[in-house]
């Protein structure tokens, strides 16, 4: 891990240096001894103490910034934010695998069939329709006086169910089992 120190109104000392090593060495553990950046900067304002933590590892910037009234708590609490940021990032790339692996593990069963592609038409609206009783020539009159495309009714000589719908033409069309 490559360290840059910068103070801002402070002086760092080797004693700081040496605790600010020590805290984010802790996350060379945690992210496996790969190599990283961390550029720790220290400021005073006022009468506090602040400690900024900023850690470059791949393509992820990670950054912690406290405030105390001293400045190893400081150090200590940025690099805790650092921490936690670095762990939660591992944890959704392990839950990634995991996922995959899963998804990977799960074999298609032998000459069974997909039952619904991913991009299948859905229902949108479903309507109940109430089936009178009537013939063909009641049905076509119904749907030629009403807005409706069409009308299912059960046709009152044969007892089957059946939908009459208009055609683009004008003309009227007829379904029946």
């Not at 791949?58 to 762990?87: C, M, P, Y």
Request: a positive charge.
């Amino acid at each position: 891990m490559e360290f840059e120190f910068t103070g801002r109104h402070i002086t760092i000392t080797p004693t700081i240096e040496r605790l600010a090593r020590k805290e984010l060495g802790k996350l060379d553990r945690i992210l496996d001894s790969a190599p990283m950046r961390a550029h720790v900067i220290l400021f005073s304002e006022k009468h506090r103490q602040c400690a900024e933590i900023v850690v470059h590892w791949r393509d992820s910037v990670f950054t912690g910034l406290a405030e105390n009234n001293d400045i190893k708590h400081s150090i200590a609490i940025a690099a805790g934010k650092v921490e936690k940021q670095i762990l939660r990032l591992k944890e959704k790339f392990s839950s990634k695998r995991r996922r995959r692996t899963a998804t990977r593990d799960a074999a298609p069963v032998p000459g069974g069939s997909i039952e619904a592609a991913p991009n299948a038409p859905r229902i949108i609206q479903a309507r109940r329709y109430r089936v009178k009783p009537m013939t063909v020539e009641e049905a076509a009159s119904i749907v030629a006086d009403s807005d409706d495309q069409f009308i299912v009714f059960r046709d009152a000589e044969t007892s089957k169910v059946g939908v009459l719908y208009k055609r683009t033409d004008g003309n009227f069309g007829f379904i029946e089992p």
